[in-house]
């Protein structure tokens, strides 16, 4: 059964920092590209940032461009997302996703429960 | 980015009654390999996002038969032959074709 779980969400004040990570476990954990996406309070769903499954290729939503990091550990089945200079338009639940490598088009396969993100004084 | 846009924002439906939502798309969504990367996700309260329709009208295991999906271009629907009450909660499609992938609004879907 494939299963990813997101930790590490929290409160954090703006400019700040924070990492968050998803475990995986269910499926082989290279072959998949994994992404994050969120969800704002009351809005809707949104693309954040990809990487493929050997982590040599990131993307990134314009929105977050140098100022969020995804990486991945294939060892330890774990995803990351750095977050530096945090606004308070990033508060949101972030989820984890995947997809097998090489797909096109039919994206975000398995979702994890979601890590709530609140950045605020 | 490839912007999609939903219709209604909110949705009130009858129990066993018929609903439809529409998606259309800034520019088309077929693609160069003759596939049409139109999926549509729902996310019920408290539970995370599910796909129910890939490729415009292609069911996920276990999506029940009264989803449906259909169009082509730039102008797609999901219709729901009869609301249940597990029918609850937000919808939106999703474009693949073009990088990166973007979500509609979400309508939501909720009983009268």
């Known amino acids: 059964e494939v299963q990813l779980v997101e930790s590490g969400g929290g409160l954090v004040q703006p400019g700040g920092s924070l990492t968050i990570s998803c475990t995986a476990s269910?499926?082989?954990?290279?072959?998949?590209?994994m992404t994050w996406v969120r969800q704002a309070p009351g809005k809707g769903l949104e693309w954040v940032s990809a990487?493929?499954?050997?982590?040599?290729?990131?993307h990134y939503a314009d929105i977050v461009k140098g100022r969020f990091t995804i990486s991945r550990d294939n060892s330890q089945n774990t995803l990351y997302l750095q977050m530096d200079s945090l606004r308070g338009d990033d508060t949101a639940v972030y989820y984890c996703?995947?997809?097998?490598?090489?797909?096109?088009?039919?994206?975000?396969?398995?979702w994890g429960q979601g890590t709530l993100v609140t950045v605020s004084s | 980015d490839v912007v999609m846009i939903q219709s209604p924002l909110s949705l009130p439906v009858t129990l066993g009654q018929p609903a439809s939502i529409s998606c259309r798309s800034g520019q088309s969504l077929a693609y160069s390999d003759g596939n049409t990367y139109l999926n549509w996700f729902q996310l019920r309260p408290g539970q995370s996002p599910r796909r129910l329709i890939y490729k415009v009208s292609n069911r996920e295991s276990g999506v029940p038969d009264r989803f449906s999906g259909s169009g082509s271009g730039t102008d797609f629907t999901l219709k729901i032959s009869r609301v249940e009450a597990e029918d609850v909660g937000v919808y939106y499609c999703m474009q693949g074709t073009h990088w990166p992938p973007t979500f509609g609004g979400g309508t939501k879907v909720e009983i009268k």
């Open positions: 990487i493929s499954g050997s982590g040599a290729t990131p």
């Open positions: 996703s995947n997809w097998p490598e090489g797909v096109h088009g039919v994206f975000f396969d398995y």
């Open positions: 269910g499926f082989i954990f290279r072959n998949y590209a």
